[in-house]
C-alpha cells in the first residue's frame, strides 16, 4: 500500500477560480491533466510535510504561507492503476499569483477554470475530477460561516474585491449593496486597514484587512438558486 | 506503512454527549480506552467498507442505517508504536441505542462522556483523545448549518427533543421559546410528522421528523460563549 498527497490548490484568477493542475509527465495517464502531488518521500515523511513539499516542489509555493487544510482521503481499490494508492488531499488558497513553475514529475504547469474541470471538459487523471469537486463544494461552504474568502484576497483588499471572491468561487452574481450590508453586519469579519484608498475604476475605495474573527456570525449564505 | 480506519461514534444518553469507546485487549496500550477501529482486512478492501465492516464487528451497528462521514486522515510518524500506520477517522451518529457489544480486538465497549475525553480524564490510547476532539467539533459546526441534529433522533421527535441535541452537542443551554421560532424559521428542515402526540412531562407534545434540506437556511448558529 502507497500513501500519496494531492493539492487543489485554488486562486482567482481574471474574476474566475482557477485550479493549478500538471500535466502528467509519467505514466500512468501520461499526458493528462492532473493535481499537483505525489508520494510519501519516504516512512517517516509527516503527510502535512509531505503537502508542503509539494507545494514547493510542483508549484513553488510556501505553504505556510497559505490557508491549507485537510479535504479527506481517497482510497479506492483500482483507483491507480499502480496499485492500492491512498491518497490525502489538501487544499490550498492562494492570494493573485505569478504563473506557476512545473515541477520535478510534471511536464507543465498552468492554472486552469474549475468550470472546465467540474464541466467534465479537462477529464484529470485518476479520481482526481472528483477530488476538485469535493474541494471547491468544501471552499463553497467555507465561505459561508468562515473567514476564508479573505485568503483569496491579498494582505488590503477592498470590498469589491472580497465580492469578486464570493461571486467566483459560488458562481453567481450578488448585489453589491447587499454584500456591503450584510458584511458590515459580521462583527470581525474585516477591518479596515487604514486611511489609504485603493483607486479602481475611477472612484477610491476604502482597504481593509482580515479581521480576528474565523467564525462568521451571522453567517454570508448562498443565494437560493 | 499499514492502513486502519477509527470510529468517533457519538449518542445522546440520558441527554449527554457520549462516545463509543473499546477497552483494548491487545498491546499497544492494553487496557487503555481507544476508540473502535482496526486495520484494513487486505489490500482491496475499501476503507468506506472497512469503516462499516468495524461498526459492525466491534459495535454491532449497522453503518447503512446510521450519519456516516470521512473525518480525516492522521498520520503523523509515531502515533504508533507497532509503525507507520495511517488511520482514516469517521464520525458516526447514532440515535438512542442499547448497550454495545465488545468485539474481536475488545475487552470491552462501552459509551463514555465525550465530556470526560474533552477534559482529559479518560486518556485514550493513541491520538485518539484529539480525533475525539475534531470529531465533536465536527458535530457542533455541522449543527449550526446543516440538519445533523436529526440523525440524534429516532425516526420522529418532539422540538424538546430536538433541543436537547443542540444543548447536549453544544454543551450549552438554550431558550425553548427562542429555540423553537429559530427551527420554524428554517424551512425544510424538520417537518410534523403527522396528528400523534408524545406526552413528557405531562405534555402532550407533537411530533416531527427530519425534513426535505440537509442545508440549513438560515442556519442555527451557537450563542456567542
Known amino acids: 500500500m502507497l500513501l500519496a498527497v494531492d493539492l487543489v490548490i485554488l486562486t482567482l484568477r481574471a474574476g474566475e477560480l482557477h485550479v493549478l493542475l500538471v500535466e502528467r509527465g509519467v505514466e ?3 499526458g493528462r491533466r492532473a493535481l499537483p502531488g505525489g508520494f510519501l518521500n519516504n516512512a517517516e515523511e509527516d503527510i502535512l510535510a509531505a503537502a508542503h513539499r509539494e507545494l514547493r516542489e510542483e508549484a513553488d ?3 505556510t504561507s497559505l490557508y491549507l487544510e485537510q479535504l479527506g482521503a481517497y482510497g479506492t481499490p483500482g483507483r491507480d492503476p499502480r496499485g492500492r494508492v491512498v491518497s490525502i488531499a489538501y487544499l490550498a488558497i ?4 505569478p504563473e506557476p513553475v512545473a515541477g520535478t514529475d510534471a511536464s507543465g504547469a498552468s492554472w486552469q477554470p474549475v468550470d472546465a474541470v467540474i464541466a467534465g471538459r479537462l ?3 485518476f479520481d482526481h475530477d472528483q477530488i476538485v469537486a469535493d474541494g471547491v463544494e468544501r471552499a463553497r461552504a ?3 460561516h468562515t473567514s476564508l474568502a479573505t485568503a483569496f484576497c491579498g494582505d488590503t483588499f477592498t ?5 469578486q471572491v464570493y461571486e467566483a ?3 453567481v452574481g ?4 447587499n454584500f456591503y450590508r450584510k458584511v458590515q453586519g459580521v462583527p470581525g469579519f474585516i477591518a479596515e486597514a487604514g486611511p489609504d484608498r485603493r483607486t479602481t475604476k475611477g472612484r477610491p475605495a476604502r482597504l481593509f484587512r482580515a479581521g480576528v474573527r474565523r467564525t462568521l456570525q451571522p453567517p454570508i449564505t448562498r443565494p437560493d438558486l
Do not use: N
Request: negative net charge; glycine residues 10%; without cysteine.
Open 169 to 171: 468561487v459560488w458562481g
Open 159 to 163: 470590498i469589491a474585491e472580497l465580492q
Open 61 to 63: 509555493l510556501d505553504g
Open 94 to 97: 492562494a492570494p493573485g499569483l
Open 174 to 177: 450578488l448585489d453589491p449593496r
Open 123 to 125: 477529464r484529470l487523471a
Open 28 to 30: 500512468p495517464y501520461l
Open 142 to 144: 467555507k465561505l459561508e
